[in-house]
């Protein structure tokens, strides 16, 4: 496990008294979906609910899945459970926990969900966005181990990163930084983001959708990714050109990471990990190109090595990180 510098004596990463005992509750909301983990200090999991997000119903009917799905997980749990930790997409102010506008989660405006969880079950609530709650998962538990510069690339619904810059999770000045999926990477392209061209646009599940329609609008009046990887395993040379594209923008993208952070490792979460032939070694062969030499040296482009369960303990490291509760 790396090291990890102290918290000031007496006090957690986020201001709050470190706890030495007891599991923690995750919430992970997603545009798609939410789950509900319990799990240890250590990582491990006992308890896991998932449920459709859904949130064109607006966030009083999700906050309610929610409140519902953990108050099943404190049953399960019983007095055990010492906090509640929350990874969601930004942009956030992530120590007040309040989601601002995520791009992914319409009607979730500047709702303050920290307070909201903390006046329901009376338990200290962390927040944090989940590129940085990926990230922290992997730098703690997965490819990032070891290292001390890691930027870990959520690519799902959405299209974000969280930076671990000197061995500390880096938010920026306002809570912003690692908002990767807003880069311009090309005059055009599918909207996303707020804007043509952006890096979400094009390597994100649902910008890479959105290019199959722009691209073949016969062939695929609707598509998902998944339906658009499944044709390019079945040699579709439609579905591969769609790909060429979307790695083009990819590589772009992870060559400004490279030249800009000059970190060890570029961890992939998402589709990333899952659609590797199609989306990232074509990516990589242009970060390899566009990128300078002495970056490219150093970094390693790698999957999650935590897999489809890095979402469930990214849910946990918002605790794990601002409460201190990392057991080592």
Known sequence: MPEIPPAPAGLGKGGAQPMTKGTIIGIDIGG????IIRGTRKGAILHRYQFPTAAHRGFPAVFEDIARAVRNALTDG??????????????????????????????????????????????????????????????????????????????????GAGLILGGR????????????????????????????????????????????VEMYPER???????????????????????????????????????????????????????MWDALVEPACAVLREEALPEAVEVCRVVPAALGESIGDLAALCAALDQGDLLER
Do not use: Q
Request: proline share 5%; with cysteine.
């Open 32 to 35: 798609t979906k939410t789950a």
């Open 78 to 159: 019983g007095e055990d459970v010492c906090a509640l930790s929350v990874s969601v997409g930004g942009p956030l102010d992530v120590l007040s926990g309040i989601i601002k506008i995520p791009p992914n989660l319409p009607g979730c405006y500047n709702v303050p969900l920290k307070k909201l969880l903390s006046d329901r079950f009376h338990l200290p609530v962390y927040v944090e966005h989940d590129g940085n709650a990926g990230a922290l998962a992997e730098f703690y538990f997965g490819a990032g181990r070891g290292c001390s510069n890691v930027v870990f690339i959520t690519m799902g619904t959405g299209f």
């Open 169 to 212: 999770l880096y938010r920026g000045t306002n809570d912003v930084a690692g908002e990767i999926g807003h880069i311009r990477v090309a005059e055009d392209g599918p909207e996303a983001y707020g804007k043509r061209g952006s890096l979400e646009g094009y390597a994100s599940g649902t910008g890479i959708a959105k290019l199959a």
């Open 220 to 274: 695929w009046p609707a598509a998902t990714a998944p339906d658009l990887y499944s044709a390019f395993r079945a040699g579709s040379a439609e579905a591969r050109a769609v790909f060429a594209r979307a790695s083009m923008a990819l590589g772009r993208g992870l060559a400004i990471i490279a030249d800009t952070l000059n970190p060890e490792r570029i961890i992939l979460g998402g589709i990333g990990m899952r």
